[in-house]
């Protein structure tokens, strides 16, 4: 017997495989959007941060708002976050940049839920189409009678077909779901190891006016 095509085992799966094919292509587009968005992302800016601590230092808060500004990416968005209160307590700058890391990890993992319901839910929508494909095979059976065998063929056919997609869109989910959460704890990280320390440069940039202040008044 000729081996059958892919497109022609698929048209056997039955009517699990819609839903299994919405899921592969979700699975897929939420995949290499996030991987393009995190090869994006970068290392930290450190130059940058440089330069506007620099520019601080020389009293010039409306050109380092600039550079920050010219500068797209979520370090330079944090670091906007934390000069806008500068002038707050320690606590305070700490708790806007905290906030500002946080939603800049939410935005990150955008999609990431989709990817990790598809792959729980994805064997059990391939189960269901097994049995949808079991309950035709024994259908065929009552109306044409197990002597041929071409009358549950079909049935099994679809049911082994929707077990083996769903598990195989599970899979890749479950593989692609893990492989961006690895990626998101490393910008975790990364994003909150920079605004520790551009939090400690905001403070060390204040110590010398108040020291002055204090020359000044004595």
């Known amino acids: 017997m000729p081996s059958q095509s892919l497109l ?49 230092s020389a009293g010039q808060l409306q050109d380092a708002l600039r550079l920050l500004d010219s500068s797209p990416g979520p370090f330079a968005r944090v670091a906007k976050a934390g000069l806008l209160h500068r002038k ?17 990890i939410a935005s990150a993992g955008r999609g990431l839920p989709v990817l990790g319901t598809i792959g729980n839910i994805a064997p059990f929508i391939g189960l269901f189409g097994t ?33 083996a997609l769903g598990l195989g869109v599970g899979i890749v989910a479950v593989i692609g ?11 975790r990280l990364r994003l909150e190891h920079a605004a520790t320390e551009w ?16 020359e000044r008044a004595a």
């Open 8 to 56: 022609a085992l698929i048209q056997q799966g039955g009517v699990a495989l819609y839903p299994l094919g919405v899921c592969s292509i979700l699975v897929v587009a939420i995949f290499l959007e996030r991987l393009w968005a995190f090869s994006r992302i970068g290392r930290v800016p450190r130059e940058m941060l440089h330069r506007a601590e620099s520019l601080l």
């Open 131 to 163: 049995v949808i494909g079991i309950m035709r095979a024994f259908h065929a059976v009552a109306q044409r009678g197990s002597a041929e065998a071409a009358a549950v063929s079909g049935g099994i056919a679809e049911a082994l077909i929707a077990t």
């Open 177 to 187: 779901n893990n492989w961006m959460h690895a990626l998101l704890e490393g910008f």
């Open 199 to 214: 939090a400690y440069s905001l403070q060390n940039l204040d110590r010398p006016s108040e020291t002055n202040a204090r």
């Open 88 to 104: 707050g307590s320690a606590r305070e700058v700490a708790d806007r940049l905290a906030l500002a890391c946080e939603a800049e």
